[in-house]
């Protein structure tokens, strides 16, 4: 006879046998959850901290190309200067001063070119090394920073 309020089952059809099934199924899967999850946790830490020195690089770039542009035009004609007063800031100088500032400095991969008659532009170019992203293969970010200075000396006037 069956206990009151007690549905009969047949073996197989639930009960504890069902129950034991049914976590052997997915034993490990929370293994693998915490796998992925770890894997996608080291990414974005990398993406982080490695984009974050990316753009300190950067910063670093245009700061350098802006002091090698600076120097560069300040390469005043002095010859002209001492003899007609007036203050001319001459080409070649000016780019040999950018260049021989980004050398100095020990920046190797740059270029400085003329633009127009008045003008220098300075390029660098940074290579910084990844410290989470060379897991997946990414061994090194590039930054450039580039700058313009005009070969103009002098002051006209007040508030110019």
């Known amino acids: 006879m069956k206990p009151p309020g007690r549905p009969s089952k047949p073996p197989g059809q639930g009960g504890p046998v069902a129950c034991a099934a049914a976590a052997d199924d997915e034993r490990g899967s929370l293994t693998l959850m ?87 532009r300075v390029r660098v170019t940074m290579s910084e090394p990844t410290k989470f992203l060379s897991l997946i293969g990414i061994d090194s970010m590039t930054a450039t920073g580039s700058a313009t200075a005009s070969l103009l000396a002098g002051v006209t006037g007040p508030g110019t």
């Open 34 to 120: 915490l796998a992925v999850l770890f894997v996608s946790l080291l990414a974005m830490a990398g993406i982080v901290i490695d984009g974050g020195a990316e753009l300190d690089a950067r910063q670093n770039a245009v700061a350098a190309a802006q002091e090698a542009a600076r120097a560069g035009a300040g390469m005043v004609n002095r010859a002209r200067a001492y003899s007609a007063g007036s203050f001319t800031v001459q080409r070649d100088q000016a780019l040999a001063a950018a260049r021989q500032y980004l050398t100095a400095a020990g920046y190797q991969d740059f270029s400085v070119a003329g633009v127009g008659a008045d003008s220098i």
